[in-house]
């Protein structure tokens, strides 16, 4: 399997759902706009693909995954929306194009933000294909992994740890919750609507858990080392703003050994969930060997 | 049955609730402080009081609308700690009080609002009083009502209207949305709690959206001729914001005329649903009467 043309041909998928969401909806046509702007700025669609994925390793169709893909994505484009935001991280660009407050001004950028989070919840529970408790489950799930004790609370911790030289263990416990929640609810959500047993849960969930946070190491590695042209962003603007950041801490070496051990730990738990996990095991070699 | 001691005892009984809801969790310290300033900033609680009323009305117990009711005034502090910020309305009082960013800054006021909007969700949908299905057609109705179709457009509408002579039917569409839908949301949720006919909710929801009108027209009157001590809050900005009112189209008493009628109309959909009304009509009559 060639997972570069797997993660583009889901992408596609999602995208291409994604872009439906606003079509039939009653929306002031600026504020419309704003949403759009960020839903279509592009992106890896790490979260919803993972959704997909679980699904396929769980041998279920994606379709049946599709809106709470969605929902994450949705979610995940809000808070990119509001960290970007002048009082907040003030970044002009991502991805290599204007922050969302810089094209339609500060107030539409919060209110886009505001009604992206408000439209994943009504995504989930508003469709046809899951039962009650299915939703109910995820929409559980959704609010506490993008919540103050979720992402949320990360980004808050993450803003008042600058300037201050953060432990290991208080480095991690920041990512787990800006970054790591919201992939752990990925891959959960695709167990959930797989059907997994509570077994190969605990264990997708410990693979979710590592994933997170090489994700975020090798983020960090990309900020030292990375091509600014690749990403679409500055480079070394942690060292610039003085963050705590894994090379920082670790040195890059250090880093990247770290990066390798939670590769392994997550390919680790896979094995033992019994469900189809070459997929899953590629995503993860993905996450570690990105460029951007 | 004396009205103000009504909303006086149940105010109690919601703000109890409403204060617990942080107690467990596992929030960064200075976030959670914020998330309680504005939730401890007082308000009329009118939103969860209409959840408790139409269940009393309905003769269920008020106890099984608790976390509905808690849910929807966490979404209506979030929405007034956004509408406050200095790229929306920039106000530096509430209720007699500094707003959130004022006292906790900007970047904490977003997050304290991306927060209790989220948690809002989680509340019914981590309720243990709920079956799947009430939990799936409360988040529904809450989602659509405080989203991009309803509260967070209606923020958006009136923005955009500021320094625009509207007519009367485009400020009734920016009102319907920016503070109706979720009194609508209030009743509703009620009357799903309640298990009410769907006729006696065809009539309920029609009950709440002439009351949220008369709510906005006796808002709009109070700015006009309110007591600022009384109401925490300076009189007179919308004169002053050259915002479009209902005495300013219709003249002070073509408004109170309107206002009125509504509170009739109102009432005639009371009578005509079925259930026990005289409460629910007297937060009516307390809407169109109150002096903040």
Known sequence: ????????????????????????????????????YSLQAGGKRLRPILVLAVLEACGKPLEIGLEAACALEVVHTYSLIHDDLP???????????PTNH??????????????????SFELIAASPHYTADQKVALLALLAK???????????????????QQLTLTELQRVHERKTGKLLEAAVS???????????????LQRYSYHLGIAFQIQDDILDVQGDSQVMGKQVGSDE?????????????????????????????????????????????????????
């Open 145 to 163: 992994a993008a919540g103050a004790e979720g992402m949320v609370g990360g980004q808050m911790a993450d803003m008042e740890s600058e300037d």
């Open 189 to 203: 959500f695709g167990a959930i609507l797989g059907g997994v047993s509570n077994e190969a849960f605990d264990h």
């Open 102 to 119: 810089k094209v339609f001004g500060e107030a539409t950028a919060v209110l886009a933000g505001d009604g992206l989070l408000t439209v």
């Open 240 to 292: 610039h703003n003085n963050k705590s950041t894994y090379p920082k801490l670790l040195t890059l070496q250090g880093a990247k050994d770290q990066l390798m051990g939670h590769l392994a730990q997550a390919k680790t738990h896979l094995t033992q969930a019994g469900i189809q996990t070459e997929l899953l095991a590629s995503i993860a070699d993905y996450v570690v060997q990105r460029n951007h």
């Open 1 to 36: 399997m060639n997972i570069v043309h797997y993660l583009q041909e889901k992408k596609e998928i999602i995208e291409k759902e994604l872009y439906q969401i606003f079509a039939e909806k009653k929306i002031p046509q600026s504020l419309q706009e704003s949403m759009l």
């Open 87 to 97: 009082c907040m991280d003030d970044d002009d660009f991502r991805r290599g194009k």
